[in-house]
């Protein structure tokens, strides 16, 4: 036999080598795949999706003081102390502004402190307005003013599930008004009229109303400002803070008609923008 014959040729050893590394790649695929650990002791990759150990505490404790605010309410209401109740919810909405800006600021958010955000709004501003407003005027309706008040809870739930779903740019508009603001309209309608002593019972129907128009407000899609973008430390012109001192002037005069007012201009401005927006919107189109 020849020497050519005897030896392979370098064609068939370079083939016969990447055939064994395939096979040998495709090993540690497979091994790969299962999840165990190979031979050589390797461990797979532990799975990232594992819930968060704990919480952060400090805005998680202005939530929950906010709830506790919430459910305040609800109990004063029950007892007939409508002016704590209403300003209990008054306290809730503080707390939430805090917690919010609070997270912002100490890089404390977290998906467990927005969930937990949004049930403690669904009961210090969807159940405990509704039933502060049922307890104070709506009992004498019957089965008209329990509708009406399980509507406010609904649209309440609707619009806190709408907000955290929406995937929006806008951090400077809420679409409908905030829950926080139709409960502080409600809440300085009470209050009002527990200062005036005024008799609920003469104007239960139009506070039927006024509760039915909040809770459409809240489901609508008119934009209404979120002031997120409002910083404290940025300059103000000086026109400003003369205007800023006379609404502290007023509030200090009397509290629950200032309180009802500032709500009032705030729920009005965005309805107003909002047909001005459309008004120009159409004239557009017809040019």
């Known amino acids: 036999m020849s020497s050519e014959q005897s030896k392979p040729h370098p064609m068939d050893t370079n083939e ?6 395939k096979s040998a790649n495709d090993s540690n695929k497979s091994i790969k795949g299962t999840g165990k650990p190979s031979k050589g002791g390797d461990k797979p990759a532990e799975s990232s999706n594992k819930p968060a150990k704990g919480f952060y505490v400090l ?7 906010g709830l506790f605010a919430g459910f305040y309410a609800i109990m004063q209401a029950r007892l007939g102390h409508f002016e704590a109740a209403s300003l209990a919810i008054y306290a809730a909405m503080v707390m939430d502004i805090i917690d919010g800006r609070l997270a912002r600021l ?5 998906d467990f402190g927005s969930e937990y955000d949004s049930l403690s709004d669904m009961v210090s501003f969807g159940v405990a307005p509704a039933m502060v407003l049922f307890e104070f005027a709506l009992t004498d309706l019957g089965r008209f003013g329990s509708l009406v008040a399980f509507i406010y809870i ?3 739930a609707l619009r806190l599930a709408r907000f955290n779903v929406a995937a ?16 502080a309209m409600i809440a300085s309608t009470v209050w009002v009229f527990v200062d005036a002593g005024i008799a609920p019972s003469d104007y239960n129907i139009g506070l039927a109303l006024l509760m039915m128009v909040m809770a459409l407000a809240m489901v609508s899609n008119i934009k209404y400002r979120s002031f997120k973008d409002f910083e404290f430390r940025d300059k103000m012109p000086f026109v400003g803070l003369i205007i800023l001192v006379l609404i502290i002037a007023f509030v200090y005069l009397d509290p629950p008609s200032a309180f009802l007012a500032i709500g009032s201009i705030y729920m009005i401005s965005g309805a107003v923008l909002y047909l001005l927006g459309k008004f120009r919107g159409k004239q557009d189109l017809s040019e």
Request: net charge negative; proline share 8%.
């Open 59 to 65: 805005p998680n404790l202005f939530t929950t003081a």
């Open 106 to 110: 100490t890089n404390t958010q977290s």
């Open 16 to 21: 016969t080598n990447a055939d064994f590394d």
């Open 154 to 156: 609904a649209c309440a």
């Open 168 to 183: 929006s740019d806008d951090k400077t508009h809420f679409t409908g008004v905030p829950s926080p603001g139709a409960a």
